[in-house]
């Protein structure tokens, strides 16, 4: 399987074209992304479980909406089930990437918390106070720890990002499927970072108004991730 080295750019043209996705039928949009927090809040109700039950179904979801990128774009139609798509698709897979991400997050956060020291965990996990000496101190703890933790988190987000289509769309079981998203984006790193950084801008921008503007920005983010695998991994494929 072939994977395309795109101009830096393409950052950019991922976004714009998954706005054009987008535009075809915002407001199932809009509804598809709000039935997938309001699943996401439901499920954080439950204690400790309820985010671990979310990340491992998140590649799931996302598949379908990868799905319904993918049937919107061959002039199909873009619908609510395609949220759920991915449960009718050998789910099996794509809960096992949702698995080693999810572990994957837990050890970096058992990183962060033994960079961060003892005063850290105590002020995180127990809620201690500390005093004005013990802050300083933790500061500077907080700083390192987050760096290492941004550090590790990279290459795993890297890894988990075409994951989900590379086992819907090309069949690949999952370890394989991560492996080459993770080769992938380190392949064409420039045109991600540029692709990032408008993306923070964006979500300043989309925030401003009360928020409103995120109901554009999520739908076009999810879009734009159908988007970047074309570029990457489809022959003869154009995003412009």
């Given at each position: 399987?072939?994977?395309?080295q795109v101009?830096?750019?393409?950052?950019w043209?991922?976004?714009?074209?998954?706005?054009r996705?987008?535009?075809?039928?915002?407001?199932?949009?809009?509804?598809?992304?709000?039935t997938?927090?309001?699943i996401?809040?439901?499920l954080?109700?439950?204690?400790?479980?309820?985010?671990f039950?979310?990340t491992?179904?998140?590649?799931?979801?996302?598949?379908?909406?990868?799905?319904?990128c993918?049937?919107?774009?061959q002039?199909?139609?873009?619908?609510?089930?395609?949220?759920?798509a991915?449960?009718?698709?050998?789910?099996?897979p794509?809960i096992?990437i949702?698995?080693?991400y999810?572990?994957?997050q837990?050890?970096i956060?058992?990183?962060?918390?033994?960079?961060?020291?003892d005063?850290?965990?105590?002020?995180l996990?127990d809620?201690k106070?500390?005093?004005?000496n013990?802050?300083?101190?933790?500061s500077g703890h907080m700083l390192?720890?987050s760096?290492?933790?941004?550090?590790?988190?990279?290459?795993?987000?890297?890894a988990a990002?075409?994951?989900?289509?590379?086992?819907?769309f090309?069949?690949?079981?999952?370890?394989?499927a991560?492996?080459?998203?993770f080769?992938?984006c380190?392949k064409?790193?420039i045109?991600?970072q540029i692709?990032?950084v408008?993306l923070?801008v964006?979500?300043?921008?989309a925030a401003?108004?009360?928020?409103?503007g995120?109901?554009?920005?999520?739908p076009t983010?999810?879009?734009?991730?159908?988007t970047s695998?074309?570029?990457i991994?489809?022959?003869g494929?154009?995003?412009a």
């Amino acid at each position: 399987m072939e994977v395309r080295q795109v101009d830096a750019k393409q950052g950019w043209q991922w976004i714009v074209t998954g706005f054009r996705l987008f535009r075809r039928i915002p407001l199932v949009w809009i509804i598809l992304c709000f039935t997938l927090l309001l699943i996401a809040a439901t499920l954080a109700l439950i204690p400790m479980a309820g985010q671990f039950i979310f990340t491992l179904l998140s590649p799931v979801f996302l598949a379908g909406l990868m799905m319904g990128c993918k049937t919107l774009e061959q002039g199909g139609d873009l619908e609510i089930s395609h949220l759920f798509a991915g449960f009718r698709s050998n789910p099996a897979p794509l809960i096992t990437i949702g698995g080693i991400y999810l572990v994957g997050q837990v050890l970096i956060l058992g990183v962060f918390m033994l960079v961060g020291g003892d005063v850290l965990m105590d002020l995180l996990v127990d809620g201690k106070r500390v005093d004005e000496n013990e802050l300083k101190d933790v500061s500077g703890h907080m700083l390192s720890a987050s760096l290492v933790g941004l550090t590790l988190s990279i290459p795993l987000l890297m890894a988990a990002w075409f994951a989900p289509l590379l086992v819907i769309f090309k069949g690949l079981p999952p370890v394989e499927a991560m492996r080459q998203s993770f080769f992938a984006c380190l392949k064409n790193i420039i045109a991600f970072q540029i692709y990032a950084v408008i993306l923070v801008v964006l979500t300043i921008l989309a925030a401003i108004p009360y928020g409103l503007g995120l109901f554009v920005l999520i739908p076009t983010v999810f879009a734009s991730i159908y988007t970047s695998y074309k570029d990457i991994f489809e022959e003869g494929a154009e995003t412009a």
